[in-house]
């Protein structure tokens, strides 16, 4: 069963910018934190980023200060802004939502971004 979305990835050249987004279904009950991970060919998946119920963000030193995480409670929804992009963004994006009722971990099933020189 498919309860989480992702959607907004593509090819896109060096410096150039994408917005990922994450629909969770309303079947989650008790979101706490909503994190993004990401996964290059022949790499290991690794945190980019995260941000918690109340707001609170973090963000692997590899993209800080151009990536921005956040949320829309209403509809359900966390994006990822990614701007300034460079060639080893390129990877396999995957949200991840943890949910307080019962504790659980969610995945989805990955977009593609691909940045080029």
């Known amino acids: 069963q498919v309860q989480l979305v992702e959607s907004g990835g593509g090819l896109v050249q060096a410096g150039g910018s994408l917005r990922l987004s994450c629909a969770a279904s309303r079947t989650i009950l008790r979101i706490n934190t909503i994190s993004w991970y990401r996964q290059a060919p022949g790499q290991q998946r690794e945190f980019v980023a995260s941000?918690?119920?109340?707001?609170?963000?973090n963000y692997a030193d590899s993209v800080k200060g151009r990536f921005t995480i956040s949320r829309d409670n209403a509809k359900n929804t966390v994006y990822l802004q990614m701007n300034s992009l460079k060639p080893e963004d390129t990877a396999v994006y995957y949200c991840?939502?943890?949910?307080?009722?019962?504790?659980?971990?969610?995945w989805g099933q990955g977009t593609q971004v691909t940045v080029s020189s």
């Open positions: 941000i918690t119920s109340g707001g609170g963000t």
């Open positions: 991840n939502v943890e949910s307080l009722g019962p504790t659980r971990n969610y």
